[in-house]
């Protein structure tokens, strides 16, 4: 700071004007002054100089996604476009997906809370076992705290001041004493008191005036004043959110105790199980099983929960981006055979779409801005895109070609864009379409299986990869449907158009196709064979038309996310490859391709190309000479002194910065960075040590067992 701020008053009042109107700071910014230091502020040991508005220069605003310049130059603009267009679809799709789960938890909130209130009174002469209810919420740990939160929330909210909730996770609980707590505090309001600071939770459960109860802050007599206290209060429900995930005996120990207190306190227990009832039933003593009386429910989604996801979701009017055909197999199986989790089918729904916008320049197209005409690379990669080429190609080798129509898509940027408007609104009336034919193949299917018990229905979201790819136009299930539209009788009918007007809205084509149908003219057999032709070949003739693939859209690239690899490695990735592949070519990882023949391998990489060359035993003795030699050979000394790890005063005594260190140095640096190297690849799990002694317990040989091989 300039020496006339801090000058002495009178200097000061003698010439305030010396003072600038501008200072510098430390750290060498310009500030502007607002206002001079008075005499009252001479005594101060520092000031505070407030800047104006227009000193400091705006931070530029930061998103999580990088400009792409190796592909298509991009401005920060591009950035910014692209990152808002993916947070507007998430934040659609998350709260399309809260409603959904709210929806389809419904009716298991409702179930719980019948069983909760309908257990017996604890004063009643059969309540001589715990009443547990068993949650099985599925394997998607992560959705378990939802789902018991709102569990919590729908019994209060029903039951208003009748039923006290509490909510525990026994992973966080090392002891009974801790899990008990736990409960205790929660429900009569105490803090949650440490092992060692037993008195301080005592002396907070004490009233006020009564110094002789020597409880503690676990003990349930506690729950019993309490209870006594609360006369609105009829039942405790204690929830334990990871039942099948606590060590040892916990959970039993927890039952055993609720157990004992069952007459006296009204506890209804609800224990969330991430596995099945037999698996549970494995883990839990059964002496603890003769203590409850349980009931299961099964909180696993139906498949008209995806249905409903698929039709607000992915085929809605909405949809910005359309998962591929091979994406969506591998999203549906993964969640028939591993997850029947709607929350990790959406989350993975969500990483495409952060793959497509986060990787794509062109992805901003789905939303142009006025940036977009403006930029030419982009225009230039428009017309580059396969199936915008395949289109040109086409309409060029036709007899009749509009060569001005072609001219102005390669050579104006406004009709490439306007070109691209257009294919979006063919893009969103493909989705439309394929929304409505997945409906009526469903309609179908539940009419037919009225008519015919051998009929095994097709889910909406098993027919979607083949519906939009055009697979089921002509498939054998379509031609058997409209096989079963011209076998049907009188009562069919009626039962197909009643299916209909639950399903469509007025305003769709299928409604309005089937008010054509005029249902009630029938009066015989001729005038009830030619209505069901009609309505087959009208059935038909919709079907073919709107079973088409996406492929016939052109610039489909940009509105179908079908990468499969990038979502696959990415929930459900191949660890050991890729730390293998890591350790093997650390050059991927650490530098640019270019410079990969300059990279010096890090000592784990050469610690582990060691290892892959070795048997079964390896002696350690052994390792740390092939180790070392390896290092001398590869470094020089200036380039081992500098990645060397630092070295006390007395190994570098007599030696100056420039001077060559002694081998003893050496081997003893090597030495450390192999200690470090084993300990490493022992903590990811290739080796483990073993010793053996001989010569009478003199000498002990220490040797390396590998625990991994290569290609295994």
Known sequence: MPASVFETPSKRKAAPE??????????????????????????????????????????????????????IPETDGHVEDRWTLYTKSI???????????????ESTLHRVWNYVTSTQDYHHE?????????????????SHTRLFTNISKYIEQKEAQKVATVVVTLRDASSLREALRKIVSQLVGQLKADDEDEITARMKTVPQGDQTDKRLSYDLDLLIDWFVKQESVEKIVVIIEDADGSDGNLLPEVIRMLFVYRNRL???LLLGIATTLPIFNTKVPKRTMRMIDFESFDVLHTDDSLTRLLDEILLCSSTQLLLGPGLFRSLLKRYNNHTKNLETFTSAIQYAYMTHFFANPLSIILAPPKSIAQSEDHIIALRTI???????????????????????????????LAFVGSCQKEFFEFVSRQSDALKLLDVLQDAS????????????AELYADAITGALRGSPIVRELVMFITKMSAATVDNLARLIDQKFDKNSVIRKMRDSWNIGSMNGKASHLK??????????????????????????????FDSVSLCENAFAPRYRATIEKALMQPSYYLCHPSEAAELEKPFLSVAHALYRESGTLINIYDYWRAFHQVLVAERDTETMANESLPTNEDEDAGYSRGLTPPTTFLESQ??????????????????KEMSSKRGGNKNTLVTLQKLVWDGL
């Open 18 to 71: 010396v003072l600038p109107d501008q200072m510098s700071s430390e750290v060498g910014e310009s500030i502007e002054q607002s206002e001079l230091i008075s005499d009252r502020d001479v005594h101060k040991t520092c000031y505070v100089i407030k800047p104006s508005g227009n000193a400091r220069k705006k931070e530029k605003k930061s998103y999580p996604f990088i400009r792409l310049d190796q592909s």
């Open 91 to 105: 934040e659609k799709i998350q709260t399309k997906l809260e409603s959904l789960l709210n929806d389809a938890d």
């Open 126 to 142: 059969a309540y001589t076992l715990l009443p547990v209810g068993l949650v099985l919420a599925g394997a998607n740990i992560s």
């Open 266 to 268: 009204p506890f209804v």
């Open 386 to 416: 396969p199936s915008f080429q395949s289109y040109v190609a086409d309409w060029t080798s036709k007899e009749e070609c509009d060569t001005e129509h072609i001219r102005e898509l390669l050579t104006d940027s406004t009709s490439v």
């Open 449 to 460: 299986s009225t008519y015919s018990s051998t009929t095994v229905k097709r889910t909406r």
């Open 531 to 560: 209505l069901i032709s009609n309505i087959s070949k009208a059935l038909q003739e919709f079907l073919d038309a709107n079973l088409k693939s996406y492929t016939d859209i052109v610039f489909h690239e940009l509105f179908v």
């Open 670 to 687: 090597t030495l450390a960075l192999f200690y470090k190297a084993i300990s490493e690849l022992k903590y990811l799990g290739f080796l």
